[in-house]
């Protein structure tokens, strides 16, 4: 298995720029999790889904973020328009369901500046 | 507070033991973890412990649970160089792991 699949690896971007982040999980996990990490704020998870229905969107920051899940394999996370604070690394995680049992296992991450 | 704290930073030197600590917040909370993140990649499980257990060995690894003060720690005997990353506590929370922000540890030679 590939594990969690995202791209791109690393974005650079000008402030107002649309960005997209993507994200594979695992085959066969029910669970996908976006978190985004800085040096200020730590790893905060923005919003998970159970079987492509979004359940606690609470941590996402503002309106200029958006999450989908179109089907079991593929996830987006948009940012519209991009600011220079929206610069960290953001990663994707898939659990086999969700809840403390479940391991999560996480993607590469995905780097992203906003100039 | 809500947060999972820990220190952000450890010195060891190469062969000594680390032990890293960390409170957590909810009591109900019924799994405890220690996940690692090396260097340009993502957060993966290093172990866990039930919150009915007091302590749990896996080879180099120690984790000590008190429930009672809400703080866990983990002891990494004999440590190595290839122990350096960024290990981060966390507690489960309803259906979430709420991770604390991570403690990063340095090797000395």
């Known amino acids: 298995d590939a594990g969690v699949i995202q791209s791109p690896r690393h974005e650079v971007t000008e402030m107002g720029q649309e960005v997209t982040l993507r994200c594979k999980p695992i085959s066969g996990h029910n669970s996908l999790f976006w978190y985004r990490q800085t040096m200020m704020r730590g790893l905060e998870l923005l919003i998970y889904f159970n079987n492509n229905v979004p359940i606690d969107d609470s941590g996402m920051p503002e309106d200029r973020f958006s999450a989908k899940m179109p089907n079991a394999s593929f996830s987006t996370l948009k940012i519209q328009p991009s600011e220079p604070r929206d610069s960290a690394v953001y990663f994707c995680a898939s659990s086999l369901a969700s809840g403390g049992n479940n391991e999560q296992f996480f993607g590469p991450g995905t780097r992203l500046t906003v100039l | 507070g809500e947060d999972v704290e820990q220190s952000l930073f450890l010195s060891v030197r190469e062969g000594d033991s680390s032990v890293i600590n960390c409170t957590y917040t909810?009591?109900?909370?019924?799994?405890l973890y220690w996940y690692k993140q090396e260097p340009g990649a993502g957060l993966q499980l290093l172990t866990y412990i039930f919150s009915n257990m007091d302590m749990k060995q896996d080879q180099r690894l120690t984790v000590l649970l008190n429930k009672k003060d809400k703080h866990l720690s983990l002891r990494i005997a004999d440590t190595q160089t290839g122990d350096s990353a960024i290990y981060f506590c966390a507690e489960s929370r309803d259906d979430k792991i709420i991770f604390g922000k991570g403690t990063r540890l340095h090797i000395l030679p």
């Open positions: 909810d009591s109900s909370s019924t799994y």
